[in-house]
């Protein structure tokens, strides 16, 4: 490896470092989270068996779970347009990973409500609480402590799942690689250095995935 | 001043309570029992509106509750007036004690965290459990689970307290702290009802006792009465078997030993 090389990569590293920060690492909390509150809402119409939204949610499932994310992507950024509906590529990228989340995380979320003793529930109807006030207060937190280690395997997908967006002109950190190795052509280099920067930021979650479990099995 | 009248209720082609009615007055300490599958569970939970009844009608304060359809405001006003403690306990695993107790005060009826807090520490003290307030359910024993589960059902400070099987789920050796706290609870005046296999408990705790059988009350009264001198054949065979076990099966044994060895 050339000095050239070297100092190109030392600064390539805080170019892709400050792009994840700026637009990876954003794109995957707003996606995650949203698409927590889809498959929060999924899971309850699974469990409370609401009739016709039950069947329209497991459509939803079956589409999002049967068909490639970047199809998905593409049908959003390049589709939509035809019918007059255009989205920018972080809008893009958002929804549909959101809707990815909800889909993949909906069971997961709906087999961890359920994992609470019905009878927690029926303590809170008794406490006067309504059946949101339970979820809220009761069930969900607990809910959420059994989910949480699918759950983070989920949200470390998820930040690698950020770079399909660069197929839809989302300037992340694969494609800022990209355009910087175009230029000086060590593609080599450039995209073992995108990968390391995914790793750095996986590896952050592993350890906060890690201190958050402990924190939270000291509160129960 | 708590009445359950006419109560129906079948699951599927199983009639589980035949028109049942019961008249609760102030002080009184009811138990019920009964043989598994008599209702006496059934009743309770319609009682506390977790299972709706087919038909029935509670009166309480010379309120009318319709037991199949009430409003959502018309129950969160009865739940404040009536407490329930389950066989489980089902204490919320993600609140301490002190938090299982004032869950109720702070969300359902928006009392400041201070004021809740100080009712929930007086309950947790009443019921013995002052050291342990900050606990979570899953280090406390069942017989202190179930002693902060009374506690959360007295938040409220209500009219009446439901207690379903209260000391089914415990080991033998701690369903004592759990009665002794009801028995104060009863000495003090709570209206209770308490549906129990404790025969002992029933006896020396209860002022009325009604026996169950086949979604029917079949004999009701006084607990001295009651256990004295039972009316109906069924309620004597019932409490000979329930109470009498350890006794019978001590005389067949000696008597087994007085007879003569051998021809």
């Known amino acids: 490896m050339s000095e050239r090389i070297l100092t190109e990569l030392a600064e390539s590293f805080g170019k892709l470092f400050m792009v994840g920060l700026k637009v990876s690492i954003p794109l995957t909390l707003a996606a995650f989270s949203t698409g927590l509150m889809i498959a929060f809402l999924v899971a309850l119409v699974q469990i409370t068996k609401i009739p016709v939204l039950k069947q329209l949610m497991r459509i939803y499932v079956w589409i999002i779970r049967g068909t490639p994310m970047i199809v998905q992507l593409f049908v959003v950024y390049f589709g939509l347009p035809n019918i007059g509906i255009r989205f920018s590529s972080f809008v893009s990228a958002w929804i549909v990973m959101s809707l990815s989340v909800g889909a993949y995380c909906s069971e997961t979320v709906r087999a961890a409500i359920q994992s609470v003793p019905i009878g927690q529930l029926e303590a809170c109807y008794c406490d006067g609480l309504s059946f949101w006030q339970a979820m809220i207060h009761v069930i969900v937190p607990q809910a959420l402590r059994t989910a949480f280690p699918p759950l983070s395997n989920s949200i470390i997908g998820l930040v690698k799942d950020t770079s399909l967006a660069y197929n839809v002109a989302l300037v992340e950190i694969l494609a800022t690689a990209q355009r910087i190795a175009s230029r000086t052509y060590d593609y080599f280099w450039l995209y073992l250095e995108a990968g390391l920067i995914y790793l750095i930021f996986c590896s952050v979650l592993t350890v906060v995935q890690r201190k958050t479990e402990a924190w939270l099995e000291r509160r129960r | ?263």
Not at chain 2, 168 to 188: M, N, R
Not at chain 2, 217 to 245: C, D, G, H, L
């Open chain 2, 1 to 263: 001043m708590y009445t359950l009248l006419n109560v129906n209720k079948k699951f599927g082609d199983n009639v589980v309570l035949k028109n049942v009615s019961l008249d609760v007055n102030q002080g009184d300490v009811v138990a019920i029992l009964g043989p598994s599958g008599s209702g006496k569970t059934t009743l309770l939970r319609c009682a506390g509106y977790l299972t709706k009844a087919d038909s029935g009608t509670l009166i309480m304060d010379d309120q009318q509750y319709d037991m199949k359809k009430i409003s959502s405001r018309a129950l969160r006003n009865y739940r404040r007036k009536v407490g329930f403690v389950f066989q489980t306990f089902n204490l919320y695993g993600n609140k301490t004690a002190l938090g299982n107790v004032t869950l109720g005060l702070r969300v359902s009826q928006k009392m400041p965290k201070e004021q809740a807090e100080a009712i929930g520490k007086e309950l947790l003290e009443r019921v013995g459990l002052a050291d342990r307030m900050d606990y979570y359910p899953s280090k406390l024993s069942g017989g202190q689970q179930q002693r902060v589960a009374i506690a959360r059902a007295l938040a409220t400070n209500p009219e009446v307290v439901l207690f379903d099987e209260p000391t089914s789920a415990l080991d033998p050796e701690l369903t004592g702290e759990v009665l002794t706290v009801i028995k104060q609870l009863a000495d003090e005046g709570r209206t209770m009802i308490v549906v129990t296999h404790e025969m002992e408990f029933a006896r020396k705790v209860a002022t009325r006792v009604v026996f169950m059988e086949d979604g029917e009350i079949v004999e009701e009264n006084t607990a001295k009465e009651f256990f004295e001198n039972p009316q109906k054949e069924r309620t004597k065979e019932f409490i000979y078997k329930s109470t009498t076990w350890a006794s019978v099966n001590q005389k067949d044994e000696e008597a087994a030993e007085a007879l003569p060895q051998g021809e």
